[in-house]
């Protein structure tokens, strides 16, 4: 009961977080300097043009009602119309999230055993050359921008040792798993940045459960050392790696904003890019709003998992 009641809060909590980002967000663009109707007709459109442009699109309507309207919409399942396009957002958000998609999943497929791996390492290894390498790399991806990380991979290893493609251009539309050696720096990128804070966590969690009282215990026994590791001390970390790495989704689909612009990856933060340039207001509210989802969704699962498995949040 106590779980269910918790999981109820989290979620309650989390529809209350969603509304206030896309009222923030609605407010936020909407006073912007310029709108999609200036970017559509340049220099050489008239102001006449442009206020009627502008009627034409709602977007002589007051504030308040444009985002009632919205709303409304939302809580039918529309997502609205692109004012830069004029069509549907919902097929366009839904083919470039599937892309993001792939792009979030394959880095948390490698970034996650690979963080986990690098922290029990050191963990184990506390102080020896080992530890203070994998320590050392950590705070360096983690002091590094992703965009400057990019910068450097794509000076690497499409320029100086061209083994990579430098960009992930593709249509929108196209499957990304038609060009595995595009994602390799996109994903590279995404990767560095996730571990150098994941395998921090999951050292700092070993080097406590290698202390405690029922490791010793396990190494009095005689038992061999991987068994300790694996069986005694691991369970233990991965609880608060476990919470990071819910969190980390939401990074994940958050930070490929910088990553998609780099590399012209067809995603969802791409998207959101191009709507703020053009003041594409519903389809960037629908962009960080699903964004925002995906961030909620991460820490929910996470909190969920948590209270699975640790038996006092059951009771």
């Known amino acids: 009961m106590k779980a269910l009641q918790l999981i109820l809060r989290r979620l309650a909590l989390l529809l209350v977080v969603l509304f206030v980002v ?16 200036n970017a559509m007709l340049g220099d050489l459109g008239t102001p006449e043009q442009v206020a009627a442009l502008r009627r034409q699109m709602g977007l002589d309507l007051p504030l308040l009602t444009r985002y009632a309207h919205w709303m409304v919409g ?28 792939i792009l979030g999943g394959i880095t948390l497929l490698v970034a996650v055993p690979l963080s986990v791996l690098l922290g029990v390492i050191a963990g184990v290894r506390q102080g020896k050359l080992v530890d203070r390498l994998v320590s050392g790399f950590a705070i360096i991806c983690f002091a590094l921008p992703e965009y400057v ?17 430098g960009s992930s251009l593709m249509d929108p539309s196209a499957n990304p798993l038609d060009r595995p050696a595009a994602l390799v720096l996109p994903v590279a990128v995404l990767v560095i940045g996730m571990q150098a804070y994941l395998s921090q966590i999951t050292r700092a969690g070993m080097i406590t459960a290698m202390d405690s009282a029922y490791v010793r215990t396990a190494v009095l026994k005689g ?11 691991l369970p233990n970390v991965l609880l608060p790696t476990l919470s990071e790495i819910g969190m980390n989704f939401g990074y994940v689909l958050g930070g490929i904003v910088i990553v998609e612009t780099l590399f012209s990856y067809a995603g969802i933060g791409q998207m ?21 989802v995906a961030y909620g969704v991460g820490n929910l699962l996470a909190d969920v998992t948590s209270i699975l498995l640790n038996p006092r949040l059951r009771s």
Do not use: E, Y
């Open 272 to 292: 959101m890019v191009n709507a703020i340039d053009h003041r594409d207001i519903p389809v960037v509210v629908a962009s960080v709003l699903v964004v925002a």
């Open 223 to 233: 038992l061999p050392g991987w068994v300790v590791v694996l069986k005694h001390a």
């Open 22 to 37: 896309s009222v923030l967000t609605f407010g936020i663009v909407n006073v912007l300097p310029g709108d999609v109707a």
């Open 74 to 101: 939302m809580l039918r399942g529309d997502f609205g119309t692109s004012l830069q396009f004029s069509v549907p957002i919902a097929p366009m958000l839904l083919g470039r999230l599937g892309n993001s998609a």
């Open 149 to 165: 990380t990019g910068l450097l991979l794509i000076l690497v290893f499409s320029i100086w040792l061209p083994l990579l493609p």
